[in-house]
Nanobody, 123 residues
Framework: QVQLVESGGASVQAGGSLRLSCATSGYVVSSGCMAWFRQAPGKEREGVAHINSDDSTGYGDSVKGRFSISKDKAKNTLYLQMDSLKPEDSAMYYC?????????????????WGQGTQATVSS
């Protein structure tokens, strides 16, 4: 049984940093595509970043240069380092896994999802 469990969400002030983690069981982080999404109240779920099996990465325009996705194969854990946070980054953040990162923003292609972790950025 595959499980993805996010952690690391918190309340921080604008300009601060957070590091989100996604611990996996029953799934090998290096085997396919893993991604971070976020969803704010009243908005659609938005693709934030993805990382391929070959460790290549991609980011949404709104987070480029501020967020960094990585994975620890030994710990089977996915990370999202978020720096220079803005109030508009406030959202529930989810990790997800799929076989490929092609068209990574399409949510229905993902086979597994975590329950999310809340990040709140105050001005």
């Amino acid at each position: 049984q595959v499980q993805l469990v996010e952690s690391g969400g918190a309340s921080v002030q604008a300009g601060g940093s957070l590091r989100l983690s996604c611990a996996t069981s029953g799934y090998v982080v290096s085997s396919g595509c893993m991604a971070w999404f976020r969803q704010a109240p009243g908005k659609e779920r938005e693709g934030v970043a993805h990382i391929n099996s070959d460790d290549s990465t991609g980011y949404g325009d709104s987070v480029k240069g501020r967020f960094s996705i990585s994975k620890d194969k030994a710990k089977n854990t996915l990370y999202l380092q978020m720096d220079s946070l803005k109030p508009e980054d406030s959202a529930m953040y989810y990790c997800a896994a799929a076989s490929t990162c092609f068209l990574f923003r399409i949510t229905r292609k993902y086979d597994y999802w975590g329950q999310g972790t809340q990040a709140t950025v105050s001005s």
